[in-house]
Nanobody, 121 residues
């Protein structure tokens, strides 16, 4: 069992930066692929970024590429999302998730409770 707790969400002005953190419990964190997703008001949850278990490989949604950076510290059981040049369209609840390689995010992943990011124009 893995528990994920996100933090760092808040109100920020457009053009600003935020760093989200996701702290994981359990001894298997370093074996999990970790990801960030977001759900904007009235919309479905969408993929934002993911990082391999070792941290050597990352992927991003086109909408955040070049602005957001995902990273992880396996010694601290924590994954981060550095968000720069924030836009009002980035307003959403951000969720951290973890899964084993090859598993499906929707059906075989652990999820956090989410943290609210609001970007004002």
């Amino acid at each position: 069992q893995v528990q994920l707790v996100e933090s760092g969400g808040r109100l920020v002005q457009a053009g600003g930066s935020l760093r989200l953190s996701c702290a994981a419990s359990g001894r298997t964190f370093s074996s999990y692929v970790m990801g960030w997703f977001r759900r904007a008001p009235g919309k479905e949850r969408v993929f934002v970024a993911a990082i391999s278990s070792s941290g050597g490989s990352t992927t991003y949604a086109d909408s955040v590429k070049g602005r957001f950076t995902i990273s992880r510290d396996n010694a601290k059981n924590t994954v981060y999302l550095q968000m720069n040049r924030l836009e009002p369209e980035d307003t959403a609840v951000y969720y951290c998730a973890g899964k084993r390689t090859g598993a499906a995010w929707d059906t075989n992943a652990y999820w956090g409770q989410g943290t609210q990011v609001t970007v004002s124009s």
